[in-house]
């Protein structure tokens, strides 16, 4: 099995040279296959080698620097839902139909960022494949969307320049740290305690910042209600998927690696569950159905927050299984907004009464991802929400399980407008949809994800020996 991580790192490449060949229509089919393919043999080394498998290789020796991968129960489920809502967005998201040759490059670079980084063995490449993320997310959003995504692309842009220079110098402090330099993620955590507690936490809070911000915590979000918004479907798929995990991964490591964090876990729970708050605030006072999806992701990642912090199994695991299960619900809601947007041509939730009648595909896969976001029982949202707020309550106490309001208030909000527009009989739609064989089986991989690992969760948790 030696070399199958490797595999399925740079696999995308082939894949990227065949959608540079073919026609446009078969491009996007190309990232799709890539994304299937790597998901089989990520299965076959879990089920027939080890869910705990390492690669190394020389890579530099000078410094010295290997080329680690390592897989692990959290990264396997990160890359589940990756592969999913890849594959979901190339078949279905290309609702404008702009540039697919270029969607297609795109989405198996993004592909090779995300699996290069939910493996990585050693923070060097963890750097690496984040910037190779945050490229080709640029891209994404600079060259596909709406007529007002350059700002949108500028802003993102700033400020993942901004996080990756503090993930930069995060590396390069905990590298001095160490008693032999080493960017090895084990080795750290092997001898993290022998590096001072005040160096510690300088790294734990240069990381962190870069973490928060590529998550959009508050008050260093501001980038992302404009990047979800005015990016193309597959765009807003991809980047509130994927991309935004990066960061949620990374704090899962910062806590894993450095004993000191402990100290600080309180204050980032904190932070998450003021931006959870913030966000379902003023979510409320959007009409933009792309925006208030948005402000969904903002609080998601902040319950997502206090799981991480809650700096036991119960709790970690539930906040890995809610970036599975957030993964896999924005990309279904940006994936029926979409097809609303491109049908109405409007992004205005109250213009989308009478929706329910002549697109029903995409009026109940929205509704069903709205279900899946407030915890309804049988989805993944409920098993995550679940264990996150055991594990809080097991942490904080009663404190720990306040920012479960904030989903409340994101359900009574929602279900009201989804009942005002979406699901409205008082009138007629103004247009149809008709679901094409492509965003209907985006629709059916999502939703069925959805329920499969919300009904079977121990398909998943099963990997976690407590």
Same mark, same amino acid.
Do not use: C
């Given at each position: 099995?030696?070399?199958?991580?490797?595999?399925?790192?740079?696999?995308? &490449?082939? #894949?990227?040279?065949?959608?540079?060949?073919?026609?446009?229509?078969?491009?996007?089919?190309?990232?799709?296959?890539?994304?299937?393919?790597?998901?089989?043999?990520?299965?076959?080394?879990?089920?027939?080698?080890?869910? $705990?498998?390492?690669?190394? &290789?020389?890579?530099?020796?000078?410094?010295?620097?290997?080329?680690?991968?390592?897989? %692990?129960?959290?990264?396997?489920?990160?890359?589940i839902m990756s592969y999913i809502v890849l594959i979901a967005a190339s078949i279905a998201g290309n609702h404008e139909r702009q540039s697919q040759k270029l969607a297609a490059s795109l989405i198996?670079?993004?592909?090779?960022?995300? %699996?290069?980084?939910?493996?990585?063995? $050693?923070?060097?490449?963890?750097?690496?494949?984040?910037?190779?993320?945050?490229?080709? !997310?640029?891209?994404?959003?600079?060259?596909? *969307?709406?007529?007002?995504?350059?700002?949108?692309?500028?802003?993102?842009?700033?400020?993942?320049?901004?996080?990756?220079?503090?993930?930069?110098?995060?590396?390069?402090?905990?590298?001095? +740290?160490?008693? @032999?330099? !080493?960017?090895?993620?084990?080795?750290?955590?092997?001898?993290?305690?022998?590096?001072? =507690?005040?160096?510690?936490?300088? =790294? &734990?809070?240069?990381? /962190?910042?870069?973490?928060?911000?590529?998550? +959009?915590?508050?008050?260093?979000?501001?980038?992302?209600?404009?990047?979800?918004?005015?990016?193309?479907?597959?765009?807003?798929?991809?980047?509130?998927?994927?991309?935004?995990?990066?960061?949620?991964?990374?704090?899962?490591?910062? #806590?894993?690696?450095?004993?000191?964090?402990?100290?600080?876990?309180?204050?980032?729970?904190?932070?998450?569950?003021?931006? /959870?708050?913030?966000?379902? &605030?003023?979510?409320?006072?959007?009409?933009?159905?792309?925006?208030?999806?948005?402000?969904?992701?903002?609080?998601?990642?902040?319950?997502?927050?206090?799981?991480?912090?809650?700096? $036991? @199994?119960?709790?970690?695991?539930?906040?890995?299984?809610?970036?599975?299960?957030? *993964?896999?619900?924005?990309?279904?809601?940006?994936?029926?907004?979409?097809?609303?947007?491109?049908?109405?041509?409007?992004?205005?939730?109250?213009?989308?009464?009478?929706?329910?009648? $002549?697109?029903?595909?995409?009026?109940?896969?929205?509704?069903?991802?709205?279900?899946?976001?407030? +915890?309804?029982?049988?989805?993944?949202?409920?098993?995550?929400?679940?264990?996150?707020?055991?594990?809080?309550?097991?942490?904080?106490?009663?404190?720990? =399980?306040?920012?479960?309001?904030?989903?409340?208030?994101?359900?009574?909000?929602?279900?009201?407008?989804?009942?005002?527009?979406?699901?409205?009989?008082?009138?007629?739609s103004v247009a149809v949809a008709r679901t094409s064989n492509g965003q209907a089986f985006g629709y059916a991989l999502l939703v069925g994800s959805i329920l499969l690992f919300g009904m079977f969760?121990?398909?998943?948790?099963?990997?976690?020996?407590?």
């Amino acid at each position: 099995m030696q070399g199958a991580l490797m595999l399925v790192t740079f696999l995308p &490449f082939v #894949f990227l040279a065949v959608a540079l060949i073919v026609d446009k229509e078969r491009s996007l089919a190309a990232a799709a296959i890539s994304s299937a393919v790597s998901m089989a043999i990520l299965i076959y080394i879990t089920v027939f080698s080890s869910i $705990n498998a390492t690669e190394s &290789f020389s890579y530099i020796s000078i410094i010295p620097i290997s080329f680690t991968l390592r897989l %692990s129960p959290a990264s396997f489920m990160l890359l589940i839902m990756s592969y999913i809502v890849l594959i979901a967005a190339s078949i279905a998201g290309n609702h404008e139909r702009q540039s697919q040759k270029l969607a297609a490059s795109l989405i198996l670079l993004l592909q090779v960022a995300a %699996s290069g980084l939910f493996l990585s063995g $050693n923070l060097f490449l963890y750097f690496i494949f984040w910037d190779v993320g945050v490229v080709s !997310s640029f891209f994404f959003l600079y060259s596909l *969307g709406s007529p007002q995504r350059g700002p949108a692309a500028m802003k993102f842009l700033i400020y993942e320049m901004f996080a990756s220079v503090f993930l930069l110098l995060g590396i390069i402090t905990i590298y001095f +740290g160490t008693p @032999v330099h !080493s960017f090895n993620i084990a080795y750290i955590a092997a001898h993290a305690a022998s590096i001072p =507690v005040a160096s510690q936490i300088t =790294v &734990f809070v240069l990381l /962190a910042v870069a973490f928060l911000t590529n998550m +959009g915590i508050f008050p260093l979000h501001f980038w992302l209600p404009d990047a979800y918004t005015e990016a193309s479907t597959q765009g807003s798929m991809v980047l509130s998927a994927i991309l935004s995990k990066f960061g949620a991964f990374g704090i899962f490591l910062l #806590f894993a690696i450095l004993p000191a964090g402990a100290e600080l876990a309180k204050y980032i729970a904190l932070l998450g569950g003021i931006s /959870a708050f913030y966000a379902a &605030f003023l979510m409320m006072s959007h009409k933009d159905i792309k925006r208030v999806m948005s402000y969904t992701s903002i609080m998601e990642m902040g319950i997502i927050l206090i799981g991480l912090s809650s700096l $036991n @199994v119960i709790g970690t695991y539930g906040a890995i299984y809610a970036m599975l299960a957030h *993964g896999l619900t924005i990309a279904l809601m940006f994936l029926a907004a979409g097809s609303m947007v491109h049908v109405f041509g409007t992004r205005d939730i109250r213009t989308l009464a009478g929706m329910v009648s $002549n697109a029903k595909a995409a009026a109940y896969s929205f509704l069903l991802s709205t279900f899946a976001a407030t +915890g309804l029982p049988l989805t993944t949202g409920f098993i995550a929400d679940l264990l996150i707020f055991i594990g809080a309550y097991s942490a904080f106490g009663i404190l720990g =399980v306040v920012p479960l309001l904030a989903i409340v208030l994101f359900g009574a909000y929602m279900y009201f407008a989804i009942e005002k527009s979406v699901l409205s009989t008082k009138k007629e739609s103004v247009a149809v949809a008709r679901t094409s064989n492509g965003q209907a089986f985006g629709y059916a991989l999502l939703v069925g994800s959805i329920l499969l690992f919300g009904m079977f969760p121990f398909l998943l948790l099963g990997l976690v020996k407590i």
